[in-house]
């Protein structure tokens, strides 16, 4: 797992919904995990995955390095500890 922070000033569109695209490697298709606040569902309608992959990399490129994520975790724990 990779954690990676999009910082509030990058302008990122935000997903409103939340979601996992899920690889099964070259021999499986892609699938698409939504989920609402009453309910999951598995999409694998290949045009609804690529949309969701594109979404994906747009967040994950306006992210913060995995890096720079840690340390803005790190400091903003510091700032709320009592």
């Known amino acids: 797992m990779t954690l990676q922070v999009p910082p509030y000033r990058s302008g990122a569109p935000a997903s409103h919904?939340?979601?996992?695209v899920m690889k099964f490697g070259d021999d499986?298709?892609?699938?698409?995990?939504?989920?609402?606040?009453?309910?999951g569902q598995v999409i694998d309608s290949p045009a609804t995955v690529a949309d969701a992959n594109v979404t994906y990399d747009r967040l994950r490129a306006d992210a913060?390095?995995?890096?720079?994520?840690?340390a803005l975790i790190h400091k903003v724990m510091e700032e709320w500890a009592p």
């Open 64 to 70: 913060l390095s995995p890096e720079e994520s840690l």
């Open 17 to 20: 919904f939340a979601f996992n």
């Open 28 to 39: 499986e298709p892609d699938v698409l995990y939504v989920e609402s606040p009453v309910s």
